[in-house]
């Protein structure tokens, strides 16, 4: 059982570019949640998707990100036109289901953004 | 916003003495989870305890919970120098079809 798999680990982009950060549930987990962690502060929750649907994405800012979980492969965080403020760690998890399960996090993507 | 607010912000201890962070929340839950965060690294999930419980254990783990002043305490007992790392409360709204909320979190340090 791999867990959340997170990729890239790390990743660099010029101001104006777009990145694509991917998630992969864990095997038998249909929720999928992205948080954005700043350096020194916990999570700030994102959005939250199940297959094909956006459950609540009241974290995701308004412009330039999007967020998807597609019936086949895995989620994607899409940040467009990249900022420096943009620059932080983002984590993804998946669960089994609402309510009390703990849920099983991803090593985190790395984005710098120079 | 942030639901849960732990405090202190930083610990630092010495190895073979407890540990106790708390938690404060805003709104009634479903469930309160822990999680630790070593550098660098994903969170991995401790323990759960439910709104109807008071009060429960996992190894050297205790966790607590008090919904009349909403607020939540994790004891480590017999600290290791391996439990250095951020400890996070994360709370689960009791609006259906929302994510955990996770507060600010706790820097522990324990030294040998």
């Known amino acids: 059982n791999a867990g959340v798999m997170q990729n890239p680990r790390h990743l660099v982009r010029r101001r104006g570019q777009e990145a694509r950060l991917r998630c992969s549930p864990m095997k038998g987990h249909s929720h999928v949640y992205w948080y954005r962690q700043l350096p020194e502060e916990g999570l700030k929750f994102m959005v939250y998707?199940?297959?094909?649907?956006?459950?609540?994405e009241s974290g995701m800012p308004k412009e330039r990100f999007s967020a998807e979980f597609p019936k086949e492969g895995p989620s994607i965080l899409r940040i467009q036109q990249v900022v420096r403020g943009d620059s932080a760690a983002y984590f993804c998890?998946?669960?089994?289901?609402?309510?009390?399960?703990?849920?099983?996090f991803g090593s985190g993507t790395r984005l710098t953004v120079v | 916003s942030q639901q849960g607010e732990e405090d202190p912000q930083a610990l630092s201890i010495q190895e073979g003495e407890n540990a106790t962070m708390n938690c404060s929340y805003k709104?009634?839950?479903?469930?309160l989870q822990w999680y630790r965060q070593n550098s660098g690294r994903g969170l991995v999930h401790l323990i759960l305890?439910?709104?109807?419980?008071r009060e429960k254990h996992s190894g050297r783990l205790r966790v607590t919970l008090d919904t009349s002043k909403k607020s939540s305490s994790l004891l480590i007992t017999a600290s290791r120098a391996a439990d250095t790392a951020s400890y996070f409360c994360?709370?689960?709204?009791?609006?259906?079809?929302?994510?955990?909320?996770f507060g600010k979190g706790t820097t522990l340090s324990v030294s040998s």
């Open positions: 305890i439910r709104s109807n419980e």
């Open positions: 998890a998946s669960s089994a289901g609402t309510g009390a399960y703990g849920y099983t």
């Open positions: 994360a709370t689960d709204a009791r609006q259906a079809g929302t994510a955990l909320i």
């Open positions: 998707l199940q297959k094909e649907n956006i459950i609540d």
């Open positions: 709104t009634s839950i479903n469930n």
